[in-house]
T-cell receptor, first 114, second 112 residues
């Protein structure tokens, strides 16, 4: 299937732990993103990478570190997890060319910090 | 800072009703306006609009963009319970730093 896939789907962990979320796309897109969706369903961009290069880094704590080993993968590592990090994290990708373009989203990772 | 405002935030209707969802925006370097539908998982793409006054249509859904007044509407006619979802408006902006800025969404509930 052509898609954006994220793992894991659910992540429950305690405050202070370090965790990672993986994302892969096989759409051949050059740009990948991480978005955070809070409890009120508001989607906010965190990072974007184009062909392994960091392009957008919104006001996100340094505890969040994205890593792109190649243009098909964008992982998110979170250090010293806090209660406020609980949210759904969506990975997305988009092509470089074309009008728009539209982002294609993964199914999200629901992170719960206790 | 780029801003996208949707209204209403929530809406409850009966099957068969017609609804209009609104989206206004203020962004620099506008490229496109997009509508997404979100049920339980990922937002799924509905429409992308780049030109004013040209209606995009898909079945019972249609959308139009006004670039002068900086808004868009999404219409759903003859609503069905399966239309219940959050409808997200997003504006694409930027060049090499392209991103989508989302509104807070409209939660539509269609009752039988």
């Amino acid at each position: 299937d052509t898609a954006v896939s994220q793992t894991p789907k659910y992540l429950v962990t305690q405050m202070g732990n370090d965790k990672s979320i993986k994302c892969e796309q096989n759409l051949g897109h050059d740009t990948m993103y991480w978005y955070k969706q809070d409890s009120k369903k508001f989607l906010k961009i965190m990072f974007s990478y184009n062909n392994k290069e960091l392009i957008i880094n919104e006001t996100v704590p340094n505890r969040f570190s994205p890593k792109s080993p190649d243009k098909a993968h964008l992982n998110l590592h979170i250090n010293s997890l806090e209660l406020g990090d609980s949210a759904v994290y969506f990975c997305a990708s988009s092509p470089d060319s074309g009008q728009g373009p539209a982002l294609h989203f993964g199914n999200g990772t629901r992170l719960t910090v206790t | 800072e780029d801003k996208v405002v949707q209204s209403p935030l929530s809406l409850v209707v009966h099957e068969g009703d017609t609804v209009t969802l609104n989206c206004s925006y203020e962004v620099t370097n506008f490229r496109s306006l997009l509508w997404y539908k979100q049920e339980k998982k990922a937002p799924t793409f509905l429409f992308m609009l780049t030109s004013s006054g040209i209606e995009k249509k898909s079945g019972r859904l249609s959308s139009i963009l006004d670039k002068k007044e900086l808004f868009s509407i999404l219409n759903i006619t003859a609503t069905q319970t399966g239309d219940s979802a959050i409808y997200l408006c997003a504006v694409g902006s930027g060049g090499s730093n392209y991103k989508l800025t989302f509104g807070k969404g409209t939660l539509l509930t269609v009752n039988p």
